[in-house]
């Protein structure tokens, strides 16, 4: 399903889980609730004047014991700390929706499938 939603916001410190599972996200902190349904979004973010593709997640993190919504970033190729700066997000297309794993071996698999479900949609988005 394509879509197009901008969104903007800094860069905030998480609880690190994303980087122990070999995925570090950037989390971003909105100044208002996203009007998407939780889930899993192919994007291209913007930092500074460079373009870079990812995966977003927006929703609760259940598996951490988390209930409020989260947005948060994964940037294929990309190993830069960016805390505190602004970034935009331009979300183009769905994955999935959001679920709870039942451990975090299950969630990291599903990460990757989910990596590769957003390359191929962004590159048919090009």
Not at 51 to 66: A, Q, S, T
């Amino acid at each position: 399903m394509g879509i197009n939603i901008r969104i903007a916001g800094k860069v905030i410190r998480g609880h690190g889980e994303g980087k122990k599972l070999g995925f570090p996200t950037a989390n971003i902190a909105l100044t208002s609730p996203l009007s998407l349904p939780f889930g899993v979004y192919a994007c291209r973010v913007r930092i500074e004047d460079k373009k870079y593709n990812g995966v977003l997640h927006w929703g609760p993190r259940i598996i951490f014991g988390e209930t409020k919504p989260q947005c948060e970033v994964y940037l294929f190729d990309f190993s830069r700390k960016i805390y505190g700066k602004t970034i935009e997000v331009e979300i183009v297309g769905f994955i999935r929706q959001s679920k709870n794993f039942s451990s975090l071996k299950l969630l990291s698999s599903q990460m990757r499938r989910d990596c590769v479900n957003a390359r191929k949609l962004l590159r048919r988005l090009i």
